[in-house]
């Protein structure tokens, strides 16, 4: 196979990609740069071709980030030189629409396979996230569940408690000895 065959030259792992998803003001974004470098074009291309069709990347689709996300962004992903990142104005990130919107943009085939890889890790990520939601809703039944069985626990022991101070009290009447008057029994 040629080295520019795209079916050839696309081994992308799903980790790798799901590496490059970031949480930015509540969305599952890529950045721009990253997804250039997964289309095989520079940034500057994909954004050009992004600005001449964008009227398909609405607010939901596509945003930029601000400098203060940015420079938030650069902190969480521990990179030690900020100049070596290239970042002269905060990126363009696109949302999962944004993204399968792009394979439209770019209209190669690199794209369309890229993409379709892409769409597919960002379905993947959200069967799991479903997944977690359900097991962490188990578990609160489950600490529910348990919290009502130690109150009922505890209920138990106190009247436990209750019924060993009654049955002491009893003891305790019975060996009293009895004054007043004492009358013979028939």
């Known amino acids: 196979m040629k080295k520019n065959d795209p079916k050839s030259t696309i081994a992308i792992h799903d980790e790798v990609l799901m590496n490059k998803i970031y949480l930015i003001r509540g969305q599952k974004v ?6 250039a470098e997964l289309y095989d074009v ?15 990347f609405p607010a939901d689709f596509m945003f930029q980030m601000s400098r203060d996300e940015m ?7 521990v990179i030690s030189n900020k100049e070596k990142m290239g970042f002269r104005k905060p990126p363009l990130v696109f949302t999962e629409q944004g993204v399968a919107m792009l394979s439209s943009v770019l209209n190669s085939e690199r794209a ?11 379905t993947k990520m959200r069967e ?18 348990d919290i009502e069985q130690d ?36």
């Not at 420079?71 to 992903?77: C, F, G, H, L, R």
């Not at 369309?112 to 960002?122: A, H, L, P, Y």
């Not at 009447?173 to 004492?182: A, S």
């Open 30 to 35: 890529m950045l721009d740069r990253d997804l």
């Open 42 to 56: 520079e940034t500057r291309v994909l954004n050009q071709a992004v600005r001449r069709n964008e009227k398909r």
């Open 71 to 77: 420079e938030e962004w650069k902190s969480q992903t």
């Open 112 to 122: 369309i396979v890229v993409n379709i890889r892409i769409i597919r890790v960002f």
């Open 128 to 145: 799991l996230l479903t997944t977690h939601k359900e097991i962490l809703q188990k578990l609160e039944m489950i600490e529910r569940k």
């Open 151 to 186: 109150e009922k626990i505890m209920l138990i022991f106190e009247y436990l408690n209750q019924f060993e101070q009654a049955k002491q009290m009893e003891a305790e009447q019975k060996e009293r000895t009895m004054i007043g008057f004492k009358t013979r029994k028939r």
